[in-house]
């Protein structure tokens, strides 16, 4: 893998700037994160690319548990008697649904749809399960895979199978209910933010974006290095859509028969895309040390040299108590060494030689930054914890700096097309929450609302009028084209 030696870059990724598709499909293919299966849409998740995924998934995981979640697994396929129960919801899905019509030679009696999502079922097994107010509240959560039949594909980002968790939750009240949406959707944001270092906005959605069936839909979206955004979470207060089409019913505190209170919330491998292309750049990936899989790799320079070998093994095998670590003794050469793990994104590249066996040092190379540093083998451990820690919060600190960069304030639709056109982001201006209005500016200029900020982060922006239609507006909101 050599590089252009004018520009530095690894010469089989396209530049993003250049065409920021084509550099996303040479990052993912060249790293062997994904390949791509016999069946269109459906990616082969390769060993460097699902470790993304277990780290994420655990430190997600460990989060639901510790707020008295469990997790559970519920059946791939769903009769279609289920998915039609609560019309709202199929006419959602309807469009991207998969069936199985056959078993083995067989017709099936009852058609059954590849889970697009488990509402349904789940809350099937809800009404066989819950009786009584005493056990609630139900806290079930699954890590599964969902099959949603999309036209236009992109591994990660929109896939026609992907990964994902859904939490389903029931609750005795409707404040109990909203408190949990609120609770998980903190979660998201509190990891995205501290671990795949990803600055998210939060809010809630419109009625046009919200799920299907939901009585209010909250998300969190962060802003990619081309200006689009990518909704990288959801958490839905479902109300009591689905407990009264499903017939779940529970005796209360006053011994009547009452329906629950129900949410879910997702997040999914869409996230892995979020980290591509947020951090990635003209030389490859650039993973946050939370989640990359290897943390540390060790390059014995000039390995031929006596002892060069042993220090770095006697090394690898230190670091690899404290940190994700791994040796690359083929024999490819230093500058190929070099390429290959910066284009996988590894945050620290340590570099031993004779040399630096001679000084009682090594050099460790930031991937964030691409600054060397000379560190003493004696307290090794201490240095590569700190700077772990440093390219962390670095990689967050340059992503919340592009995010600011490409957001900008418009009053009216002249500004609004103008600022996307010149500077793509976020836009933020004033709704008046009417759909038409919502319409009319995806129609002139393809981006959509991607959230209402809650009060705290409300703005006025202008005079306070919509940038639609110019009348008096309460709320402002985050606008953008989105993946």
Known sequence: MGKNKNKNKVEAITPRDVDFARWYTDVISKTELVDYSPVKGF????????????????????????????????????????????????????PEVAWVTKGGDKELAEPLCIRPTSETIICSMYAKWLNSYRQLPFKYNQWCSVVRWEKTTRPFLRTSEFL???????????????????????????????????????????????????????????????????????????????????????????NELVHPYHTSWGISTRLIGGIIMVHGDDNGLALPPAIAPTQVV??????????????????KKMLEKHFRTEIDDSDNSPGWKFNEWE??????????????????QCMLARRDTGEKIAAPLDALDEHVEKLLSDIQQNMYDKALAMREEKTSTAVNMEEFKQNLSDNPGF?????????????????????????????EDQEVIGEGKCVCCGKHAHKMAYFARAY
């Open 164 to 254: 994902w968790q859904e939490g389903h939750t029931l609750h005795e009240t409707a404040e109990e209910a909203q408190e949990e949406t609120m609770q998980m959707l903190n979660i998201y944001r509190e990891v995205a933010e501290k671990a795949l270092a990803i600055p998210m906005v939060v809010g809630r959605k419109s009625e046009k974006e919200k799920f299907a069936g939901a009585a209010a839909t909250y998300t969190m979206e962060a802003l990619m290095h081309d200006g689009q955004a990518l909704q990288s979470g959801t958490s839905h207060n479902l109300g009591q859509h689905f407990t009264e089409a499903f017939d779940i019913t529970y005796l209360d505190r006053n």
């Open 43 to 94: 990616m082969v998740i390769r060993p460097y690319g699902y470790a993304i995924w277990e780290n994420i998934q655990s430190l997600y995981d460990k989060r639901f548990k510790e707020t008295g979640h469990k997790n559970m697994y519920f059946p791939l396929l769903i009769p279609q008697s289920l998915l039609t129960k609560e019309a709202e919801h199929v006419e959602g899905f309807a």
């Open 427 to 455: 836009i933020k201006a004033m709704w008046c929450e009417d759909p038409k209005c919502e319409e009319a500016v995806k129609a002139e200029t393809g981006a959509t609302v991607r959230c209402i900020p809650f009060d």
């Open 343 to 360: 284009m996988k994104g590894v945050p620290i590249r340590l570099e031993i030689g004779p040399r630096d066996i001679q000084n009682g």
């Open 298 to 315: 060790v390059l014995p320079i000039v390995m031929h040299k006596e002892g060069v070998l042993d220090k770095a093994y006697e090394i």
